[in-house]
């Protein structure tokens, strides 16, 4: 069974500060990993994916996340925070059952950006 | 080229009322998915359909929840009767399909939800 953990329901930083989202996951096979980003009253947005690749995935606005088998980690960092950013991110891990992709998300994480 | 619509945006009803929720995928997306977020939780599958058939429905409620998806393109999900803990955020994606096309992954694209209130 696939399972993902965010830890911290919340993380508040700056702006201009180091973003650091965690995200450790659970998998009996090689997993494919996700981020997602959901502003308020919206759908969420596919911010970037690992797919067995490199294990150093960019994706849009500036995130980018590395892939840690060893510690089954897949943390999102961005160096710079811009209040734009502030929103709830979701984890998310798929071992590809089935041949079908359907991810399980992890519980959210709020990211505050101050002024 | 539009996005994942849902309708309606909110919803208040009574507990024991029947409710439904609308949604139209994205252009020749064949898959089609119903995810009910929970308030600070992710979201959640509910039902997956391929084209017409629901693959992967195993966590529908089935004594209370339906959905169909006549000629496989719109949606529908139905609750009847709703049950305070029905309350959430009920999000449609769609996708070209569940797996892979030429090695690489489809993405899921969401609508922005439906919030259902239950009283």
């Known amino acids: 069974a696939q399972s993902v953990t965010q830890l911290g329901s919340h993380v508040s930083v700056s702006e201009g500060a180091l973003v650091l989202l965690r995200c450790n996951y659970s998998s009996s096979v090689p997993p494919y990993l996700f981020w997602y980003v959901q502003y308020p009253n919206q759908g969420l947005q596919l911010l970037l994916k690992?797919?067995?690749?490199?294990?150093l995935v960019k994706g849009i606005n500036g995130f980018e996340a590395e892939f840690k088998k060893s510690e089954t980690s897949f943390h999102l960092t961005k160096p710079s925070a811009h209040m734009s950013d502030a929103a709830e991110y979701f984890c998310?891990?798929?071992?590809?059952?089935?041949?079908?992709?359907?991810?399980?998300f992890g519980r959210g994480t709020s990211l505050i950006v101050h002024p | 080229e539009a996005g994942v619509v849902q309708s309606p945006r909110y919803k208040i009803i009574e507990k024991k009322q029947p409710v439904a929720f609308w949604c139209n995928p994205i252009s020749g997306h064949n898959t089609l998915y119903w995810y009910r977020q929970n308030l600070g939780q992710g979201p959640e599958l509910l039902i997956r359909?391929?084209?017409?058939?629901?693959?992967?429905d195993s966590q529908l409620p089935k004594d209370r929840f339906s959905a169909e998806r006549l000629k496989g393109v719109d949606s529908t999900l139905k609750i009847q009767p709703a049950e305070l803990g029905d309350s959430a955020v009920y999000l449609c994606?769609?996708?070209?399909?569940?797996?892979?096309?030429?090695?690489?992954?489809?993405?899921?694209?969401f609508g922005p939800g439906t919030r259902l209130t239950v009283l």
């Open positions: 994606a769609s996708s070209l399909d569940a797996g892979t096309s030429g090695g690489d992954y489809n993405e899921q694209f």
């Open positions: 690992y797919t067995s690749a490199a294990t």
């Open positions: 359909y391929e084209n017409e058939e629901a693959v992967d």
């Open positions: 998310a891990v798929s071992d590809a059952s089935g041949g079908s992709y359907i991810p399980t």
